[in-house]
């Protein structure tokens, strides 16, 4: 596999920018996730790398080459998208085998043959090579068109929401292979997606845009501990960060300039001391319990403790931890 590495581009459609300067290096054999909401630049960012669209400015590189102008074919990259654009006619075999068959390859058959039955046993669909594409449940049918993109041993892999068009169970399921396999393989894989639970399953690192701008990169958990504004804090997490006035909690001391404070649910402590407030809705979501709350006038969500019952109406007391406090300034802007 080969380093991504995005150096300062931009794109623009219409006037409106849709990416913005942004740099990004995408490690050899690292997985990295674009996190963001619909117009954030993330699937225009991908088709940068694949080379779908040109840059105004800036410079894309794969394995320490230029590949600004480079035509998408030579750019030794494969790319997965939403849908699952299988050859309908074809067996699950030879939609596997079918990037093998190109002209510009020319594998034997036997090389052909050995390289699509591993495959197929990594993603767990050997005994599928013989059906058609027409006789496969959703999910096999997104495991064959990863199938394809991995078969071919790409410099790296361009991931454009695979999963978001599967149930729950599938989405988890294959989120589960896909880190398998990308470590296994130790494959380059820049993965786009709005759904913050994929994010902080499989990257080694995510990427937070908005508005065409990377904000912040870092590990799921720096995201997460240590958002650089209360946007990237918004994005992970759920329920959502509770985004609170000064003064909220009865905290009154915090570093100057600060606007907001930001408490995480499960930094929110219900006991018996603290700040009494009545519980307005109760959310059981089987392993946890998110407790909906209301103190002057401010509304936040809270986890119950293990192995107690609540509901709403009843009166309960919340405090919180100081050093679980993020500070945010008017801006936004993370101050501590």
């Keep these: 596999m080969a380093e991504v590495k995005l150096s300062n581009i931009s794109k623009r459609f219409n006037g409106v920018a849709a990416v913005d300067g942004l740099s990004l290096t ?34 894309v590189s794969i394995g320490h080459h230029d590949v600004t102008r480079t035509p998408p074919a030579d750019r030794d990259i494969a790319m997965v998208f939403q849908e699952y654009s299988l050859y309908p006619h ?4 030879d939609n596997l085998a079918f990037p093998l068959r190109s002209p ?37 049918m997104q495991r064959v068109s990863i199938g ?6 790409p410099a790296a892999f361009l991931m454009d929401e695979p999963l978001s068009s599967l149930d729950a169970k599938l989405r988890d399921e294959l989120r589960v292979e896909l880190k398998r396999i990308q470590i296994d393989l ?3 894989i820049c993965y786009v997606t709005h759904d913050q639970v994929e994010a902080m399953t499989l990257a080694d690192r995510i990427g937070v845009l908005s ?15 240590k958002p650089m504004n209360t946007y990237v804090a918004a994005r992970l997490g759920s329920p959502s960060i509770n985004l609170l ?9 915090v570093p100057r300039g600060t606007e907001s404070l930001g408490i995480r649910p499960e930094n929110l402590i219900i006991g018996d001391t603290g700040l009494p407030t009545t519980i307005r809705g109760v959310e059981h979501l089987g392993a946890e319990t998110v407790m909906r709350l209301s103190i002057d006038n401010c509304e936040m ?18 405090s919180t931890i100081p050093e679980k406090v993020l500070y945010f300034d008017r801006t936004g802007e993370r101050i501590s």
């Design 148 to 153: 394809r993109a991995l078969v071919r041993q």
């Design 245 to 253: 006035p000064v003064g909220s909690l009865g905290f009154n001391s």
């Design 90 to 93: 074809f067996s699950v075999y």
């Design 301 to 318: 969500a809270a986890l119950a403790p293990p192995g107690k019952s609540f509901s709403a109406g009843q009166r309960v007391f919340v």
């Design 26 to 59: 995408i490690g050899d054999g690292e997985l990295v996730v674009l996190l963001g909401p619909t117009g954030a630049g993330k699937t225009t960012t991908l088709r940068l790398i694949a080379g779908l669209e040109k840059p105004e400015s800036g410079m």
């Design 104 to 140: 510009l390859r020319r594998l034997p058959e036997e090389q052909i043959r050995e390289k699509v039955h591993h495959i197929a046993e990594l993603l767990k669909i050997e005994h599928k090579l013989k059906n058609k594409g027409t006789k496969l449940s959703g999910g096999e």
């Design 186 to 188: 130790h494959a380059t």
């Design 211 to 225: 508005e065409g701008r990377l904000l912040q990169v870092g590990t799921p958990a720096e995201i997460y501990k």
